[in-house]
């Protein structure tokens, strides 16, 4: 009953590895991990399912067989077996640092290959640390803790970032911090008065207006009016005053 198989490297040695086993509707079906390669789920119902194959640090995880995502994985049928061989990977791995130097927790990276593809993505722990097993290959990598971004290495966008060649078996240390936060600060009053409007906000905008959807850092005024945003990319913008509790009309920086 149920499924089995077994989990070995490309040279055929059975490997350590942890085996999920989802239904085609994507609903977590069963989970087992391995020491010496040989696995077992052998209460889930008669059905046709997708596995997931994680190695044990140093090789690549995959759909059965040889795929990036459920979608692309076979369908396996229980009762029945299913044999899987994965790849030796290669480690990226770094810590992240503010500007002052402290260590940025809770962070997104993400590494990119050719043609903007996410391959894998981890979070920073608490002392700022991440690693990720990614395919032998070539990687752009992001950290994000919005609205602070940077491409490895002190990149600002991916068109400058570097290029990072990883190779099966192979770390590549990423160490990067962010750039200094800029700050846009001043107060939002009524027109006529002068009187301060709190919890009217203002945001940081393309030159093109708030058309283009895109948005650069936002805060909202206390009780004197006066806001603070942390912009989260350099150049020329555009702030967009608003008033969330409709008593006042929007407006762009210069009224």
Same mark, same amino acid.
């Given at each position: 009953?149920?499924?089995?198989?077994?989990?070995?490297?490309?040279?055929?040695?059975?490997?350590?590895?942890?085996?999920?086993?989802?239904?085609?509707?994507?609903?977590?079906?069963?989970?087992?991990?391995?020491?010496?390669?040989?696995?077992?789920?052998?209460?889930?119902?008669?059905?046709?399912?997708?596995?997931?194959?994680?190695?044990?640090?140093?090789?690549?995880?995959?759909?059965?067989?040889?795929?990036?995502?459920?979608?692309?994985? /076979?369908?396996?049928? *229980?009762?029945?077996? +299913? !044999?899987?061989?994965?790849?030796?990977?290669?480690?990226? &791995? #770094?810590?992240? @640092?503010?500007?002052?130097?402290?260590?940025?927790?809770?962070?997104?990276?993400?590494?990119?290959?050719?043609?903007?593809?996410?391959?894998?993505?981890?979070?920073?722990?608490?002392?700022?640390?991440?690693?990720?097993?990614?395919?032998?290959?070539?990687?752009?990598?992001?950290?994000?803790?919005?609205?602070?971004?940077?491409?490895?290495?002190?990149?600002?966008?991916?068109?400058?970032?570097?290029?990072?060649? /990883?190779?099966?078996? *192979?770390?590549?240390? +990423? !160490?990067?911090?962010?750039?200094?936060?800029?700050?846009? &600060? #001043?107060?939002? @009053?009524?027109?006529?008065?002068?009187?301060?409007?709190?919890?009217?906000?203002?945001?940081?905008?393309?030159?093109?207006?708030?058309?283009?959807?895109?948005?650069?850092?936002?805060?909202?005024?206390?009780?004197?009016?006066?806001?603070?945003?942390?912009?989260?990319?350099?150049?020329?913008?555009?702030?967009?005053?608003?008033?969330?509790?409709?008593?006042?009309?929007?407006?762009?920086?210069?009224?």
């Amino acid at each position: 009953t149920g499924l089995s198989g077994v989990v070995g490297n490309q040279a055929g040695a059975p490997i350590p590895a942890c085996v999920s086993v989802y239904t085609a509707d994507y609903e977590w079906a069963g989970a087992t991990c391995t020491e010496d390669g040989t696995w077992s789920i052998p209460d889930i119902p008669d059905g046709t399912y997708r596995v997931r194959v994680d190695g044990n640090g140093e090789y690549v995880g995959e759909w059965a067989q040889d795929a990036a995502y459920l979608e692309e994985g /076979v369908d396996v049928v *229980a009762p029945g077996s +299913v !044999d899987v061989s994965l790849t030796l990977g290669g480690i990226l &791995t #770094g810590t992240l @640092t503010d500007a002052d130097g402290t260590p940025v927790p809770q962070a997104s990276v993400t590494a990119y290959q050719d043609g903007g593809n996410p391959v894998e993505s981890t979070s920073t722990d608490e002392a700022g640390d991440w690693r990720m097993v990614v395919p032998p290959g070539s990687y752009q990598v992001q950290m994000s803790n919005w609205p602070a971004e940077i491409w490895a290495f002190g990149a600002s966008s991916r068109t400058t970032a570097s290029w990072l060649d /990883v190779a099966a078996g *192979a770390t590549v240390q +990423v !160490d990067d911090h962010f750039k200094p936060a800029a700050k846009v &600060t #001043g107060r939002i @009053t009524e027109a006529k008065t002068r009187t301060p409007i709190a919890g009217a906000c203002a945001t940081l905008v393309s030159l093109a207006g708030n058309d283009s959807g895109e948005e650069f850092g936002r805060g909202c005024a206390d009780d004197t009016g006066t806001y603070e945003l942390t912009a989260s990319a350099e150049g020329s913008f555009l702030v967009l005053y608003t008033d969330p509790s409709g008593r006042y009309a929007a407006e762009y920086s210069g009224g």
